[in-house]
């Protein structure tokens, strides 16, 4: 080797050009990630801080006190209830519930009371001074001089959490999107979950390696992959027009977002179990124990924490998901909550869906509200997430 | 621990497989056209907040998918009812009494009406539907109707001689609204369906809408559109109908083919950017699903579709006194349908 007619090139200034260069190079990239990061970070908080202001409002109701007449006209005709230019101010929604009320309580009728009841979305928006809020100036000058007099106030919007969809923006709630949502899922969880582990099992535990399974598992990777709104034509024609499910019906939304989830739990599920380490497996062989009781007793219990992962993570993308929803008859109008999975229902991503197409001002603040809401529960159903891998999982 | 697996899954299955046996319903299927379904959905809120009966699921699939699903068969699993903003076709018909679905009731509800409006400042302007749709197209006839191009036009006397040197500016309802369908429907496809260039050119519905800035999509609120157009008096917008009514103070209406928007133009059909909204109900079901003849009723009661019904207040134009009084004895006697039916109008 001839060393000594080279130059040395780790001192040269040469050679410091280059690692300045390079350190260059290094901060531009360190940067460039800080940028992205910070980006990414904006985009949230953007979206956070737009939601949550949007939103608030919904959470509050106006009410205005006036007098309600309890007469008999009232009966057939709720309109005869309140002073004729009242009539857009007070909620149509609780005005026309007055007939049935007065028919159970017929001791009422005669009087005359002064009392709190939901005001109309329009005067709601006009006192939360939002524009196009759509009520008319006639009807504003009322407001105004009952808001001197006291007679309107802001209380919790407690029918927001009760109540299930509306066409009348102050009585509309997500009681029933919410209610569908928790059968949906159930479905989805009972048939996506064990079908899911036990396939995940056969192929990682059971089966030998060949063609056979080599082209199931190419496929499941690939079924992960594929739009969703493709899962709804295939519940579509397997569930509601072959097997007979009831269309809109939590079955039928919960089967087909079950076909859905099912290559996710599967590929997570075998992601789990290979990483359980083969020194278990070859340890219970040992001990003369059969692939069941190996995978039963040993296996199983160690990928849990990342089956469980990796199924919650499967559910809360179907607890998101509407394109499927859509094609199975679930993004309808449903305003009361199913009894049981037969029934009609809708689901909260659905409902949001639903609200952003109204025109009404009101409808906004629920969307954003009912935004808010799910999101929520989906943040929670990932804590949990991370908290089980964080809690259960081992390492070798 | 395995058995019991097998034999809940086994369950599970067979369940499934017994569901579509299952046949009873106490709560009745709409489904059908987006225009209705307002409408629709707050009937059907009415019907379940004021009587025993559950509020019926409403469907907005669109006229097209509602017939699809209706006239599939007479299972409890098929609508009951399906609104559509134009007259059942008579191949879907044909279809309905294929599939068994023979006895249908048709009820008109009302008119879903659009408006183009200008400011009141403006000198009035009268339009036909073919020069709106030359001024709004995103390819149109060339002058000899050899080819289609790219919309050419700035100015209406541009399209027609005998139109103002104005510029043309239209503010409009953006893709995702009912009006928009409404407006594509009776000037873009309604002229296109039968006009050769288009035809020639593989359009058999062109719908396209410009979007080089003339035609400006001003989303849903429909008040904005009326403070712009009170500023940029060029300008015409698009409404509808029931938007006009209320703001005329500040915009006021082009004429179409010499006839200005009214209820009663609009009623007697001589203003043309107008439709009639329907309901159909499968009367095999009547008996099945509790509430079906209710909720018809309401619908067709003068609470909700009458002249100062609640229906009229969400944008619904009436019909005529003797029309709804003509529909509601449609409704008592369940008059059906017959194929001769399509042949009329």
């Known amino acids: 080797m001839n060393n000594s007619t080279q130059p040395n090139n780790f001192i040269s200034d040469e050679k410091k050009l280059r690692q300045k260069r390079r350190e260059r190079a290094d901060s531009r990239f360190h940067w460039y990630g800080l940028t992205a990061l910070g980006l990414a970070l904006a985009f949230l908080v953007f979206f956070f801080v737009d939601i949550i202001g949007q939103a608030v409002p919904a959470f509050y109701q106006t009410e205005v006190k006036v007098n309600i007449h309890y007469v008999e006209a009232a009966k057939t005709n709720y309109n005869k209830a309140v002073d004729h230019k009242l009539r857009r101010v007070v909620s149509r929604a609780w005005l026309r519930t007055l007939p049935v009320y007065l028919k159970r309580h017929p001791e009422l009728i005669g009087n005359n009371i002064k009392q709190w009841v939901p005001a109309d979305s329009r005067v709601d928006q006009y006192i939360k001074q939002h524009n196009g809020h759509g009520l008319k100036s006639k009807y504003q000058r009322i407001v105004d001089a009952m808001a001197e007099e006291g007679r309107i106030r802001q209380v919790f919007n407690i029918r927001f959490f009760t109540s299930g969809d509306s066409k009348l923006p102050e009585n509309a709630g997500i009681f029933s999107a919410a209610v569908g949502s928790i059968f949906t899922l159930l479905i989805t969880m009972l048939i996506a979950v064990p079908i899911g582990v036990m396939t995940a099992i056969y192929l990682e535990e059971f089966s030998e390696d060949n063609h056979f399974t080599r082209i199931i598992e190419v496929n499941i990777n690939n079924l992960a992959a594929i739009p969703s709104i493709l899962y709804g034509l295939l519940g579509l024609a397997i569930f509601i027009n072959f097997a007979g499910v009831p269309r809109s019906s939590a079955l039928a939304g919960g089967l087909t977002l079950a076909l859905m989830t099912l290559p996710i739990i599967i590929i997570a599920t075998r992601a789990a179990l290979q990483s359980v380490p083969s020194s278990i497996r070859e340890a219970a062989f040992g001990l003369g124990a059969s692939r069941w009781q190996t995978t039963w007793h040993h296996v199983l219990p160690l990928a849990m924490p990342g089956i469980l992962t990796g199924s919650i993570i499967g559910l809360a993308q179907a607890m998101g998901e509407t394109a499927p929803l859509l094609i199975v008859g679930m993004v309808a109008y449903v305003p009361d909550a199913p009894d049981n999975i037969l029934e009609a229902a809708t689901v909260l991503p659905a409902q949001i869906y639903t609200w952003a197409g109204e025109s009404l001002r009101a409808y906004e603040e629920r969307t954003a509200a009912a935004i808010l809401v799910l999101l929520t529960v989906l943040l929670s159903l990932n804590g949990l997430a991370v908290y089980l891998r964080k809690h259960f999982e081992r390492r070798w | ?345």
């Open chain 2, 1 to 345: 621990m395995k058995k019991q697996y097998a034999i809940l899954m086994a369950a599970t299955f067979l369940g499934l497989a017994f569901i579509g046996q299952a046949e009873a319903r106490d709560q009745i299927r709409i489904v059908g056209s987006s225009t209705v379904y307002p409408f629709s959905s707050y009937t059907a809120e009415t019907l379940g907040s004021t009587t025993k009966f559950k509020t019926p699921v409403v469907e907005s699939t669109g006229s097209g998918g509602g017939m699809k699903l209706f006239c599939a068969g007479n299972g409890m699993n098929t609508p009951d009812i399906t609104n559509a903003s134009r007259r059942m076709k008579s191949t879907e018909y044909k279809k309905c009494q294929e599939n068994g679905v023979k006895d249908i009731t048709e009820i008109v509800v009302g008119y879903d009406g659009i408006a183009i409006a200008q400011s009141k400042t403006t000198a009035a302007i009268n339009l036909t539907r073919k020069e709106l749709l030359l001024a709004v197209a995103a390819k149109v006839p060339s002058k000899d109707e050899s080819v289609l191009v790219n919309n050419p036009y700035y100015y209406w006397n541009e399209i027609n001689a005998r139109l103002p040197h104005r510029k043309i500016a239209i503010y409009g309802p953006p893709t995702s609204s009912g009006t928009r369908d409404a407006f594509e429907d009776m000037i873009l496809k309604h002229n296109t369906k039968h006009w050769k260039v288009y035809n020639d050119a593989g359009f058999k519905h062109f719908h396209a809408i410009r979007q080089d800035g003339v035609y400006i999509p001003s989303g849903e609120n429909d008040n904005l559109i009326v403070r712009k157009l009170t500023k940029d008096t060029a300008a015409l917008g698009i409404f509808g109908y029931s938007y006009l009514a209320e703001n005329t103070d500040k915009i006021s209406a082009a004429t179409i083919e010499g006839v200005a928007p009214a209820p009663e133009t609009v009623q007697d059909g001589s203003y043309k950017l107008s439709r009639s909204l329907y309901f159909y109900i499968k009367q095999s079901h009547i008996k099945k699903v509790p509430g079906i003849l209710e909720y018809a009723n309401l619908f067709m009661n003068e609470r909700m579709i009458g002249d100062e019904g609640e229906c009229a207040d969400i944008g619904l134009i009436p019909l005529p006194k003797e029309m709804r009084d003509h529909y509601r004895s449609h409704l008592k006697s369940l008059v059906r349908i017959k194929l001769e039916d399509f042949a009329k109008k």
